[in-house]
């Protein structure tokens, strides 16, 4: 508590100053945004002929994130970036974002400052423009909301329910990682909380924590999907676990489907990890969140094109009455079923798996 | 506590149950609306050659309602409104909203659904969809930020930054009553907690309170500009107070004001609910905020159609020079100044104020 009351407090600046002050930084990079942060709305001109898609998500302290492991510089990058992913999800490219805050007492002016400093880089980064928001005194720990705004020809979009029959399912970067190290970090933070002396040992697990803290948009696959002409039938962005993913997927586009667990896209690093915590590797990447890889269906002719680009295919889509089932290299055929993991767990699948 | 743990649980619906179950009865309203609730992103289609507002606004518990005597129904629907008029301040028609809610387990089902309830009557009074979202779990309390967005040709839209020198200041509607009411509830619920079998003296306070908890945007004078061939030359809505507003004007559009403090329009019951409360009128009309009404400045010719539409000349724009005055009927000068209002209050303006 002491190391917070240094620095600039809050209430020193006033709401105004604050915002004018966090948002100073924020020069418009796109010619869409004609009026940015300072009046009642902000505005934008829509692209002619294009349709605009909206995205929020929320991130409350003590659910989303935990300050004692999570620098305030990568909570604001990740907070934008959580958004972003969803407007690629669409196939859509963002331009804008508004920020909203929610802040108590114990925050200083300098945290806030990183806070934006990380906005700021995502804002570079994917170039979008932070255009409004609203910032507020909080009873209790930090609150971001983060609405996404984005563009894109009506026939470039990509909605869930676009999947049909007989495609491939597909599947960016690796699974599992993100959960991994969130799993990793709350273990360092309970041995810190027993002894405080005692330093986190976080070398070996680099890769699966970046991962949880500093999530990347798939923002290349929008792009290659471009420069190849591909349109995926369906798309989603895998925050929630690939199994509740492809739920929807299925579910939307009333589609069944065949995965194989084999090739499902594991990092060494996630699989070691994964281990090391006695957690079954495929359990992690069908069901750890947050990794913000894009799960989409194509047309079979683009197995190659998918090779190419570097994407895994992990099964493929079935006739909506035959489910959606997992089927081991063996032949043997799981249910999956987002809310009833702890029958698949039971059955263990550590003993023959393998890295996609 | 033991009142809020009956009706349905939150864990016993889970997450995408429970969005689906509040969403259901939002029919989209728009054309516009190509995608609402349900996918990564919410889709719309920008109408040709328009403009497109967007803002953001977040209600926390505690800082922004207090449940002790805030109904859901009425929180849900405050918390649209409250957007919808920054998006009328523009000079544009909102069309689309999206809502994120964090919620802890105090709460259950039932309660959320009056929430959505007074979120839908909004909707549908001001002829808006929702079209997404995002809904957590929280900690503590409760936390709803909304975005709403809207449209308008671009030669119509109002900023802060476009008032001239010489023209007319306005305010629609009556100012102070939503602060008078905020005074009434604070102090009946301090008066309840010290002895609970007192019933709480609500008559004669129903329009400072309902100012309060049911505020409306100013849709009629969007429509009566629209229809009169009107475009005010600078607007905002009132959410902060009076003499905050005119001070951003002021700064934005380079210019000064002199504010004619019996020409503020003041309600009988504001009137009388600030003297019962040894408030000074002129100071509740000035600072009090929450009325959300439209300050706007047209130019002199508008006189009598500011009459027509039935709103108030509080005063004129001067030259940046001259600063932002407030000028008694006795021709005694006083410095607005937002942050300085106890030199203001010192000199006592209640001799001598009269209704506008």
Request: hydrophobic fraction near 40%; include cysteine.
């Amino acid at each position: 508590m002491e190391e917070q009351q240094k620095g600039q407090s809050l209430s020193s600046l006033g709401e105004f100053a604050l915002i004018e002050h966090l948002t100073k930084d924020f020069p418009p990079l796109h010619a869409e945004t004609k009026v940015g942060v300072g009046d009642d709305a902000a505005v934008l001109q829509p692209p002619e002929g294009e349709q605009m898609v909206v995205t929020t998500d929320i991130l409350l302290e003590g659910i989303h994130f935990n300050l004692t492991y999570t620098s305030l510089v990568h909570l604001g990058y990740k907070s934008v970036v959580v958004n972003l992913s969803d407007v690629y999800a669409m196939n859509a490219r963002p331009t804008a974002i508004t920020v909203t805050i929610g802040v108590s007492q114990r925050f200083r002016v300098e945290q806030l400052e990183d806070l934006y400093k990380g906005i700021r880089i995502a804002c570079r980064e994917f170039g979008v423009d932070l255009v409004g928001g609203d910032t507020s005194a909080s009873l209790t720990g930090l609150t971001i909301s983060v609405t996404a705004i984005g563009f894109a020809k009506p026939e470039a979009l990509c909605y869930r329910s676009g999947a049909k029959v007989n495609e491939l399912i597909c599947v960016t970067g690796n699974l599992g990682a993100a959960y991994c190290g969130l799993r990793i970090l709350e273990l360092e933070t309970r041995v810190f909380a027993k002894q405080p002396t005692v330093q986190p040992k976080l070398e070996g697990y680099e890769f699966v924590i970046g991962r949880l803290l500093r999530p990347r948009p798939r923002q290349d696959a929008y792009q290659q999907f471009a420069a190849a002409g591909i349109k995926p039938s369906a798309m989603m962005d895998i925050s929630d676990g690939l199994s509740s993913e492809l739920l929807h997927i299925c579910k939307d586009s009333h589609v069944g489907c065949r995965i194989y667990p084999e090739r499902l896209p594991i990092d060494q690093e996630t699989y070691r990890v994964a281990e090391e915590l006695h957690l079954d590797p495929l359990f992690v990447a069908m069901n750890g969140g947050e990794d913000y890889e894009l799960l989409f269906t194509v047309p079979a002719e683009y197995n190659q094109k998918m090779d190419d680009m570097g994407v895994s295919v992990i099964g493929y889509t079935t006739a909506y009455e035959q489910g959606a089932v997992l089927v081991t290299s063996e032949g043997k055929e799981y249910t999956i079923d987002a809310h009833g993991w702890q029958a698949f767990k039971e059955e263990s699948f550590t003993e023959n798996p393998k890295e996609a």
